[in-house]
């Protein structure tokens, strides 16, 4: 008996226009005492796999998006329960999921095929010592079932009428049900490495209403990613749709428009049908999952109670580690809403959104990762993106910039729009600076050899547009040698420092394309560098780790050459510029004091708003903070009119948004209000506010710092660490400071209270400062 599964289809190909489930069933007979079986089973597609009726993956969404030319993950279930003595029915269910549905802003189908398939692999181990195996092979059945057309971000249709009994364990399969076919086209499988995506929370309504077009509207008080789980009841052949957003019209009605990348057209909505077959049943869809807070009910007679409806959260299920509270309510809030848009972003790839495009934007990822450490242990799940990008770098060594990257040979390759846009310096630079952070977190070098080459042949890419002849020399404030001159990256595409305050999409890409793009671009080389430089060194690379920091001395120079000008300007005089330039060190020491001076005098003149976009703002509060403008790094917290973080939190925010200001000059909402890039000021929270910071790589050694300029009155923390959780409380009372703070075994730690440090060994340590010795 042959080992070997095969992917198995549908005899018949339904064409792009009727994509529908595949439903496939097998069958094995047990004739003695079973010890153990287990089952192996994978498909191009998402699926659920049942044995006897039970199934066996619940709501998850498996396999994970990875580039399935290249690999297929496959998971693994323990069967021994489910076994009977007898006939026995395997059956699986298979959705388009990223494999077939629609992908990215462009809402691409079928990219990497066309023909859904199943893989599985049962073992069967009896108690007298043998063993068979059943695989996927010529003598399954498929065919259709109830689920109809199935996408990820469209939604899913069912017809109820169609029985789902009889193929699941049935004692004849249903006519409906076909000889397979088996597809010849071998698929590398891997084993599941990440926690799969699934069921982490349900939420109750918090409202139910109609519409004045006299729609039920749903309201679960929580923007997140997921579906409904909704109790239907209905004449036989009623079709009932579900309609998600994240937000409302002024009108009243669900608004589905806002998402819409160009101001014409219709967008497309996140929608699920249900043909009722007259029963009260309880339906939840199996193959998609939207990103939303409201959901319009429409075509049920009866109106719907809490009880009939519920919001069932999908994200992958990380172990969360991080917590922050404060005397500042608005802050908590701050937070929470961050761990949200982790939540509905952390799906089967670190993703922007999880309504409009859902792709792994690599410079969205790469600003958040040290935040998304906060939160949760991400080690494992961020290191299985890193191989995904590996795996889809191009050969001359840019970096897709979404991964996986959307891409096939069934549907003709790298398209060459994305080619382009591939060459983003801060997009690409996720090679170098994603690894690089979970190092720092995690204190694995493991991370670093296997990002290695990735990030070696990105950089050689980037110093390669250098070298590129450029048409004009934007943004420049000085002259550069022509000896350094290759070393300014000042040639093709770039997203640069993308959606500061007031930017659309469109301006944000014409600022970087005319003037911007250069001094983000070259300081990104830079600081790459130098942290590869640092990389080799820990890899024991001595020649490379001198060749890299010899390239960041080069740029450092052509750099400042060119953008540093000599009254001190730096760029184009913008708030990023001055950020950008502090945090990378492409500042002497003794010029960092006027610079961050500069700084605080423009975000001063902003009203006290911040004036950054995605690849700055996680590094503002922190350059003031430590360059001796707390005072303006917390007004800018505090703020609390746009643009600002507690400006969406005082307007209903339970996520973070895209844009700073959320809606447009006449109140409609305006792209998404789900992204974590603005989110990376949790990060600051824990660390600064509270004051929990790894000082070693892997939380060796911690810092202590409390954020007592904040003008909180307590704040605490906990991050989990390698060693165990790490946590921090400081309260001021009448006799000074009051602080509590756990050391993991492990670990040691460094209390800094004004002028006074404080050496902490692991465990509890609680210590009372005095007034006097917490100025600074």
Same mark, same amino acid.
């Given at each position: 008996?042959?080992?070997e ?19 496939l ?91 859904? +398939? ?10 007298? %010592? ?11 059945? @498929?065919?259709?079932?109830r ?6 971000k ?11 009994a009889d ?22 499988l ?27 509207l ?16 209905g ?13 409302? %019209?002024?009108?009243?009605e ?9 101001p ?10 249900v ?30 109670t ?7 959260? $999908?994200?992958?299920? $990380? ?12 802050l ?30 690599t410079g969205? $990822? ?13 080690? +494992? ?11 889809e ?15 096939? @040979? ?36 493991a ?17 390669g547009?250098?070298e ?10 000085? +002259? ?28 944000? +890409? ?9 001094v983000?671009? /070259? ?5 790459s ?12 690379r ?19 050459a ?16 001055y ?19 500069? $700084? ?6 902003? %009203? ?29 917290l505090?703020q609390?009119?746009?643009p600002?973080?507690l ?8 996520t973070?948004w895209? /844009?700073w ?42 810092l202590?710092?409390?954020?007592l ?11 989990g ?9 400081? @309260? ?33 340590s /609680?210590i ?6 917490r100025?600074?």
């Open positions: 008996m042959s080992t599964a095969h992917w198995i289809t549908n005899s018949h190909h339904p064409g792009k226009k009727n994509f529908t489930a595949l439903y069933r097998g069958a094995v007979r047990v004739d003695r005492e079973v010890a153990s079986a287990s089952a192996e089973v994978s498909a191009l597609g998402w699926y659920r796999f049942f044995v006897n009726g039970a199934d066996l993956t619940g709501p998850a969404l498996v396999p994970r998006w990875t580039p399935f030319d290249e690999y297929v993950e496959y998971q693994e279930y323990d069967v021994t329960e489910h076994l009977r003595s007898g006939e026995n029915v395997l059956a699986i269910a298979v959705g388009d999921g990223r494999f077939r549905g629609r992908n990215g802003a462009l809402n691409h189908q079928a990219v990497y095929g066309d023909r859904l +398939a199943g893989w599985a692999r049962v073992t069967i181990r009896y108690t007298d %010592g043998t063993e068979d195996t059943v695989i996927t092979d010529g003598s399954w059945l @498929a065919g259709t079932g689920i109809g057309a199935t996408d990820p469209h939604g899913e249709n069912a017809d109820l009428r169609i029985p789902d193929w699941l364990a049935g004692e004849e399969a249903p006519a409906r049900l076909k000889p397979c076919e088996v597809l010849r086209a071998p698929r590398t891997i084993p599941e490495e990440v926690a799969r995506v699934e069921q982490i929370a349900r939420i109750s309504p918090v409202s139910i209403a109609r519409t004045p077009a006299g729609k039920q749903v309201d679960f008080g929580q923007n997140a990613a997921g579906v409904v789980r909704i109790r239907l009841r004449p036989v052949g009623r079709a009932v749709r579900l309609t998600h957003s994240e937000v409302v %019209g002024r009108d009243g669900i608004d589905t428009q806002y998402l819409a990348l160009l014409v057209g219709k967008q497309w909505t996140q929608t699920d049908t043909v009722l077959d007259g029963t009260d049943t309880w339906w939840q869809p199996w193959f998609t999952i939207h990103g939303f807070r409201y959901v319009e009910v429409d075509g049920l007679d009866e109106a719907l809490p009880d009939d409806i519920e919001f069932v959260v $999908l994200s992958t299920a $990380l172990e969360e580690t991080g917590s922050f509270s404060c005397s500042d309510p608005r908590e809030k701050l937070f929470e809403n961050v761990r949200w848009g982790l939540r509905s972003n952390f799906t089967d790839t670190p993703t922007d959104c999880p309504t409009r495009e859902r792709s792994g934007w969205d $990822l790469q600003v958040f990762t040290s935040t998304a450490a906060v939160y949760a242990d991400v080690s +494992a799940y961020l290191g299985r993106y890193l191989r995904n990008l590996a795996a770098q191009l050969e001359d060594g840019r970096v897709p910039m979404i991964i996986p990257a959307e891409a096939s @040979a069934f549907s003709g390759g790298f398209p060459s729009a994305f080619r382009f846009f591939s060459s983003s310096a801060g997009w690409g630079d996720a090679s170098v600076l994603v690894p690089w952070d979970l190092y720092r977190y995690y204190g694995e070098p991370v670093l050899e296997q990002g290695y080459q990735a990030a070696a042949r990105w950089i050689e890419f980037l110093l547009r250098g590129k002849t450029r048409r004009k020399k934007r943004g420049r404030r000085g +002259a550069v040698p022509s000896s350094l001159e290759r070393f300014i990256v000042d040639h093709g595409w770039d997203f640069g420092e993308w959606l500061r305050p007031g930017e659309d999409f469109l301006g944000s +890409a014409m600022d970087s394309l005319r003037r911007s793009a250069p983000v671009a /070259t300081a990104y080389l830079e600081h560098a130098r942290l590869l430089s640092q990389i080799a060194t820990i890899l024991d001595p020649d490379d780790s001198a060749r890299y920091r010899e390239l960041a001395d080069n740029v450092r120079l052509a750099w400042r060119a953008f540093f000008g000599p009254d001190g300007r730096i760029g184009l005089d913008r708030q990023d510029d950020v950008r330039a502090i945090a990378f060190d492409l500042l002497d020491e003794a010029e960092k004091p006027a610079a961050a001076a500069r $700084l605080a005098e423009v975000v001063k003149d902003a %009203g006290y708003h911040l004036g950054t976009g995605f690849l700055s703002t996680g590094a503002l509060l922190d350059v003031l903070v430590d360059h001796e403008h707390a005072d303006t790094a917390y007004r800018v505090f609390d009119t746009s600002s973080w400006y969406q939190v005082d307007h209903g925010a339970t973070v895209e /844009t200001e959320g809606h447009d000059k006449k109140g409609n909402a305006k792209a998404s209000h789900n992204h974590y890039s603005f989110g990376t000021v949790a990060r600051f929270l824990v660390e600064r506010v509270a004051g929990i910071r790894p000082a070693e790589p892997g939380y060796r050694h911690i202590l710092e409390p954020g300029t904040s003008g909180l009155t307590h704040a605490s923390a906990t991050v660490t390698p060693h165990g959780p790490a946590s921090i409380s400081w @309260a001021s009372t009448d006799a000074g400071l009051e602080i509590t703070a756990n050391v993991p075994d492990g670990a040691t730690a460094t209390l800094i209270v004004g002028d006074h440090h404080h050496d902490l060994a692991d465990g509890k /609680t009372t400062v005095p007034t006097s010795e100025t600074r």
